[in-house]
T-cell receptor, first 114, second 115 residues
Framework: DGGITQSPKYLFRKEGQNVTLSCEQN?????MYWYRQDPGQGLRLIYY???????QKGDIAEGYSVSREKKESFPLTVTSAQKNPTAFYLC?????????????FGSGTRLTVV | GNSVTQMEGPVTLSEEAFLTINCTYT??????LFWYVQYPGEGLQLLLK?????DKGSNKGFEATYRKETTSFHLEKGSVQVSDSAVYFC??????????????FGTGTQLKVEL
C-alpha cells in the first residue's frame, strides 16, 4: 500500500546537537511538506518542496534545514540553532499544482530535547 | 493573510449526541476547505473536503458545507460514537505565488465522547 513513512517515531536530542528526521513516500506525489505541532497551536509549516531539488521556507523555518534530492524523500534537520525543538513533527505529501487535493500525512516523529 | 479559526475544546458529548464543531476562515480568492482528524499519537487523516461554494463534503457520517457568504465550514455529525473521540482540524488550501499550494490549519478541537 502507498503511504508516507516517518522515522524514528521517538527521538531524543541533547542540547547543541543536530538531528535528522526521515520522511519517505511511495505515492508518487510531487509536493512534500514539514509541519510542527505544539499543544494548543495547531500545525505550523516549516518547509515545503514542490519538485525535486527545490524547496521553500514556510512560516517557521529558522533553525531547520531540508533537502529534496529524490522525489520520494524529504528529510528535515533540526539544527542547534533551533532554540525550542521539542515538538511533534509531521511530514505530508500531495499532488502538486493548484487543484483541491488533500494532503497525506505520516504518523509523526516526537522529538524531545534532554 | 489566510487564517482558520475553530471553536476551542475540549468538547465533551454523550454517545449518540449531535456534534457541531465551528470553523470560520479568512482567505483571498476561493480556497479549498478540509477537515482532518487526529487520533492520539498519530498523524492527521483527511476526513472530508469541499472545493467550491455550496459544496458539501461527507464521510463516515460527518458532513460540512462550504458557506462562502459566512466564510464557514462547520463540521456536523448526527450521532457520535466513543470511537469518534479525537482532535479535529479545519484547514484551507490556498494557492501560492508561483504555483503549488499550502494548507493552513486551525488550532484543533478535541472531542471526547462518553458512554
Amino acid at each position: 500500500d502507498g503511504g508516507i513513512t516517518q522515522s524514528p517515531k521517538y527521538l531524543f536530542r541533547k542540547e547543541g546537537q543536530n538531528v535528522t528526521l526521515s520522511c519517505e513516500q511511495n505515492l508518487n506525489h510531487d509536493a512534500m511538506y514539514w509541519y510542527r505541532q505544539d499543544p494548543g497551536q495547531g500545525l505550523r509549516l516549516i518547509y515545503y518542496s514542490q519538485i525535486v531539488n527545490d524547496f521553500q521556507k514556510g512560516d517557521i523555518a529558522e533553525g531547520y534545514s531540508v533537502s529534496r534530492e529524490k522525489k520520494e524523500s524529504f528529510p528535515l534537520t533540526v539544527t542547534s540553532a533551533q532554540k525550542n525543538p521539542t515538538a511533534f513533527y509531521l511530514c505530508a505529501s500531495s499532488i502538486g499544482g493548484t487543484g483541491g487535493y488533500g494532503y497525506t500525512f505520516g504518523s509523526g516523529t516526537r522529538l524531545t530535547v534532554v | 493573510g489566510n487564517s482558520v479559526t475553530q471553536m476551542e475544546g475540549p468538547v465533551t458529548l454523550s454517545e449518540e449526541a449531535f456534534l457541531t464543531i465551528n470553523c470560520t476562515y479568512t482567505a483571498t480568492g476561493y480556497p479549498s476547505l478540509f477537515w482532518y482528524v487526529q487520533y492520539p499519537g498519530e498523524g492527521l487523516q483527511l476526513l472530508l473536503k469541499a472545493t467550491k461554494a455550496d459544496d458539501k463534503g461527507s464521510n463516515k457520517g460527518f458532513e460540512a458545507t462550504y458557506r462562502k457568504e459566512t466564510t464557514s465550514f462547520h463540521l456536523e455529525k448526527g450521532s457520535v460514537q466513543v470511537s469518534d473521540s479525537a482532535v479535529y482540524f479545519c484547514a484551507l488550501r490556498a494557492i501560492l505565488t508561483g504555483g503549488g499550494n499550502k494548507l493552513t490549519f486551525g488550532t484543533g478541537t478535541q472531542l471526547k465522547v462518553e458512554l
